[in-house]
């Protein structure tokens, strides 16, 4: 269980606020983890229960953050948009991401949030990102123009800065990537790139949760990672987050990556040979 009195003192205050919900959030989270390995054997099965634990998750998280930034709106998965009195400023938030993998007590699995600003009727950005797994307890963040960072408590707790991989030999590198899922058009597309990246890299990793898998770009796990068809929640923050660590974030689909969910990430020197074998 994190120990939330951890001193943090060397983080913004908003960068505090946001990793505090995110790590309140978590214990709701890890106590009902825990289970969903009894459930597993029962006829109902735990879909419902997990359901519930998610709409929770949300909640403590949603309360934190309102009580700490009285009048921002939010945008999440589970809530939906809720429009607080303040309109330039908003949390987009994914109490679980990797719900298939917490159903199935695979222990794989984060909460996302990021922090949407808009100035002076500027185009809104990204500001703060925290993506969180409470298994590892590994506490990826990013503010905008200061770097991104993992904090996983080992180290005397200190905060590490994320780097992406320097590999620009796309046979030696190693991709992550999410399947549509079940109804969504695009399974005949997914193989064809599939097929196309397997057979001239060093492998496809397809772990289940894309907030993740963004932040295990950042920090240079993985040497790139695409995706279609994601919600805003998946993505907010790990968007920043890679972005922050040095990558180039960019849309599949053209238009803004947010909007349409159509996500690819690398680095300058691997993103023209995955684009080549994605799009
Ligand atoms: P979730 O776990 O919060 O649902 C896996 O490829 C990624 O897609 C996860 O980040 C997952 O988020 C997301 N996703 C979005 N819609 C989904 C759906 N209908 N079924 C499964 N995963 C979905
Ligand atoms: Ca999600």
Redesign the pocket.
Known sequence: MPDLSETTSHLSPLMRVMQFAARKGSRNLLRDFGEVEHLQVSRKGPADFVSRADKKAEEVIIENLGRDRPGYSFLA?ESGEITGSDKTHRFII?P??????FLHGIPH?AISIALEREIDGNPKELVAGVIYNPITDEMFFAEKGKGAYLNDGTRGGADRRLRPSKRDIFQDSLFAT??P??G?PGHAKFLKELHQVMGHSSGVR?M????L?LAWTAAGRYDGFW?R???T??IAAGILIAQEAGLIVESLSGGDVLDTGDIIVANEALMPQLKQRVE
Do not use: P, V
């Open positions: 998965e994914d679980l991401d990797g719900t298939t993998n699995f999410g399947i899922f079940l969504r397809r289940g949760s894309a907030a898998d995706e068809g994601l919600a929640w998946d």
